[in-house]
């Protein structure tokens, strides 16, 4: 089990995760998960139509996203820390229909769970939430958005 999903911040990555696959309708959906990590969006899904692929290849399910078939791609508190032109690659490469993030608030909440819980949680962001959607926005129109306990946002965004 990957480290943020123990303990009290567990409950919140769970939530998170729970919320994803409520948006996002993921038990009825081929679902590629970019960015999977430890794969615990799997682990949650009641069907077997998963797809993982993170930048470490043993976390991955395939090495290679060319001809991958799926219905939406997840990208859950991945993009900020990718640079821009690298999260525009990405999408013009994958091309997804619809597309599902979660997008941590990095606000007041989150600084205090942080500091309190694992002090280095945003030292990798190259881009506040606003600016991540605002990249986003530029391909996609949000078609959802739900907030979970005002610490991230899940939006379900489809091709302009």
């Not at 190259?126 to 959802?144: D, F, G, K, S, T």
Request: with cysteine.
């Amino acid at each position: 089990m990957g480290h943020y999903y123990t303990g009290i911040k567990g409950f919140y990555f769970r939530k998170l995760l729970r919320t994803l696959i409520e948006v996002g309708d993921l038990d009825h959906r081929r679902v590629l998960d970019f960015g999977c990590g430890t794969q615990e969006l799997k682990k949650l899904l009641t069907h077997s139509n998963y797809i993982g692929y993170d930048i470490n290849p043993q976390l991955s399910d395939v090495q290679i996203l060319d001809g991958v078939a799926f219905d939406i791609m997840v990208a859950n508190e991945v993009f900020y820390e990718m640079p821009e032109r690298d999260i525009e690659a990405v999408l013009e490469q994958i091309r997804p229909h619809l597309l599902l993030v979660g997008i941590s608030r990095q606000g007041i909440l989150n600084k205090i769970g942080a500091a309190l819980l694992y002090p280095t949680a945003h030292d990798k962001t190259l881009h506040a939430p606003a600016q991540e959607l605002e990249i986003l926005q530029r391909r996609y129109r949000i078609v959802a958005q739900k907030d979970v306990w005002w610490l991230a946002d899940v939006y379900l965004l489809t091709r302009n």
